[in-house]
């Protein structure tokens, strides 16, 4: 994973741009294999929904239970600041699940690939690493973590929408908070560098275990073609 550097010494407002700048350079919207998902999700021609089966699954298991990093956050924030950002993420992605379920059952089964339960067991290890970083007594760590999930699912949703536009499901608009309010959070939030320091760990660990996953999806999709 490409790392953004957070300079030395920054102020506390620079962190907003850093968080912008590594969602931007390492988020799942700049990941190759998203940009083939998407591109398979507006073709409603011949092409096989196996690959967007697999992503809708495979996030459902990372992403899909109740409670999530955000909810998780929102119980250990101690930021006035961030409430009611953390009230409409919460609701809006409780939204995103149901949605995200929705999906999984349009879009059929997982499809067949060697190697399928060392693929279910990492992806849950990966969830099991979210919980626990969401759940952090370091401060700004958890908020870094949701507040970074919200804004790379941006580009996540992108791809939902397309592969439910191909199943013929209509995809109602994402509640959760614009780029704008959630940049104006970080920056409320931030009163020292080791804040700052803790948010841009948190944005870092959900990227890493992001670009993981579509690492994982796209292998999966090597091993298939190759079969």
């Known amino acids: 994973m490409r790392h953004t550097q957070f300079p030395p010494g920054a102020a506390r407002g620079d ?9 931007a350079i390492d988020g799942s919207a700049a990941h190759p294999h998203v940009q083939v998902l998407s591109a398979a999700a507006g073709d409603h021609g011949t ?18 239970r109740f409670p999530g990093v955000i909810d998780h956050a929102a119980n250990r924030c101690v930021d006035n600041a961030a409430r009611l ?6 609701e809006a992605f409780a939204d995103e699940r149901a949605f995200l379920t929705r999906l999984t059952v349009a879009l059929g089964p997982v499809p067949s690939t060697s190697g399928q339960n060392n693929c279910d067991s990492a992806v849950l ?13 370091r401060r700004g760590c958890a908020m870094g973590a949701a507040l970074t999930l919200v804004m790379d699912w941006a580009g996540i949703r992108r791809l939902l ?14 509640g959760l908070p614009n780029v704008a309010d959630t940049l104006a959070v970080i920056r409320a939030i931030t009163p020292d560098e080791g804040v700052a320091r803790a948010i841009q760990f948190g944005a870092r660990q959900i990227l890493g275990q992001h670009r993981g996953l579509w690492e994982l999806l796209r292998a999966r999709s090597e091993i298939r073609a190759a079969e």
């Open 15 to 23: 962190i907003s741009s850093v968080i912008e700048a590594c969602v």
């Open 47 to 64: 092409r096989p929904l196996a690959a967007l089966a697999d992503a809708a699954h495979y996030l459902a298991l990372l992403h899909g």
């Open 85 to 90: 950002w953390l009230v409409q993420a919460c």
């Open 125 to 137: 290890q990966q969830r099991h690493a979210l919980e626990m970083l969401s759940q952090s007594d």
């Open 161 to 174: 929408d397309g592969a439910a536009l191909r199943v013929g499901i209509e995809p109602k608009r994402c």
